[in-house]
C-alpha cells in the first residue's frame, strides 16, 4: 500500500479520476495483506495515508470515503473478513468500470459543443493515461473525432512535467488524431490569428458554484479564450465535483517542489541558488467557463443548481 501511496505522490499515477480508482485499490490492497482481526484499523490506516498523497484532486477523498462507507459498517457488522476483502475488491473494480462509463458519456456529451472541423486546444493530460479509460477532456476530443466534428488537436507542452507532451501527443497519435504540439506561450498567438476554435480541458475539482481547479496554465488559457471571444470547456465526472467548498478560493492548492522547476531528468537547467514557485494547479473562476460537461450532461452558467441536481442524481442512483 505504501508503493501505491508513493506513487501518487511522485505522479507515476496522475490525473485525478485515475488517482481516485487508484486509492480505491489500495484500500482493498491494504485489507488483503491485514490481519483479519485489525482490518478497520488497516482500512483507517491506509486512508490516511493515501488523503495525505495529494491535496487538490478531490476524486481521492471521493473514493476513500465511498470505500470507507460501504466497508465501515461490514467490519462493525462482525461480517468474516473474507467477506470483507472480496466486497472491497469488488468495489475498486466497481469505481473503476463506473470512471470508465463516465468518461464515454463525457465524451457522448461533449462531442457536439465543438464546430464542425474544429481546431481544438487542451492542455495537460485528461486522456485514458489520467483516468479508469477513454479520457474527460480527450473523451470528448475522441468522440469529437469519431463524429468527424475534428481537424486538429493543439497540445499543450505543460511545463513542467509535460504532460502534454509526453502523454496527450502520444495518445492522441496512437489513435490517429490529428495532433499538433505547442509551447505554453504559444496559445494567446494562435488565439489571434484564429487558428483555435475551442478550449478543452479536464479538472482536478469543481467547487460548487462552478470554479474549477485544474493543472497550472488553465487559468491563463481561460482568460485567453475569453478575450478572444472563444469558448472554453471544462469535462469531469461527477466524482470531482465538491459541493462541500463553496467556491474556487477554498480548494487547496498543492505546492511541489522547487527542484521540479529548476530541473529536467535530473539536469539542473538553472543557476545553482535559483528557487522556484511550484503551485501545481490554478483556479479558474466559473464566469470563465463557457460549460461544464459530465456524464450526466452539459451543464451553462450558473453552475450551482445543475452540480447540486447532478450530483444528487448520481448519488441516488
Known sequence: MEEIAGAIEQMAVRGAPAIGVTAAMAIAVALAHAPDAELRSALEGASARLART??????????????ARELVPRISAGAL????????????QRIHDEDVASCRAI????????????????????GALATAGYGTALGVIRSAARLGRLALVLAQETRPFLQGARLTTWELARDGIPVKLVTDGMSGALMARGEIDAVVVGAD???????????????????LAHAHGLPLYVAAPLST???ETATGKEIP????????????????????????????????????????????????????????????ASEGR
Open 81 to 92: 473478513a473474507h467477506d470483507v476483502r472480496a466486497h472491497a475488491r469488488a468495489l475498486a
Open 205 to 223: 475539482r469543481i467547487a460548487a458554484n462552478g470554479d474549477v481547479a485544474n493543472k497550472i496554465g488553465t487559468y491563463t488559457l481561460a482568460v
Open 54 to 67: 495529494r491535496p487538490t484532486a478531490v476524486n481521492l477523498k471521493w473514493a476513500l470515503e465511498r470505500m
Open 253 to 312: 492548492i498543492e505546492e511541489r517542489a522547487s527542484d521540479e522547476v529548476t530541473h529536467f531528468a535530473g539536469r539542473p537547467i538553472t543557476p545553482d541558488g535559483v528557487v522556484a514557485l511550484h503551485p501545481a494547479f490554478d483556479v479558474t473562476p466559473a464566469t470563465l467557463v463557457s460549460a461544464i460537461v459530465t456524464e450526466r450532461g452539459v451543464l451553462r452558467p450558473p453552475y450551482g443548481p445543475g452540480l447540486a441536481a447532478q450530483r444528487g
Open 107 to 126: 465524451g457522448e456529451a461533449g462531442a457536439p459543443l465543438l464546430p464542425p472541423a474544429a481546431r481544438v486546444l487542451t492542455h495537460c493530460n485528461a
Open 241 to 243: 465535483v465538491d459541493l
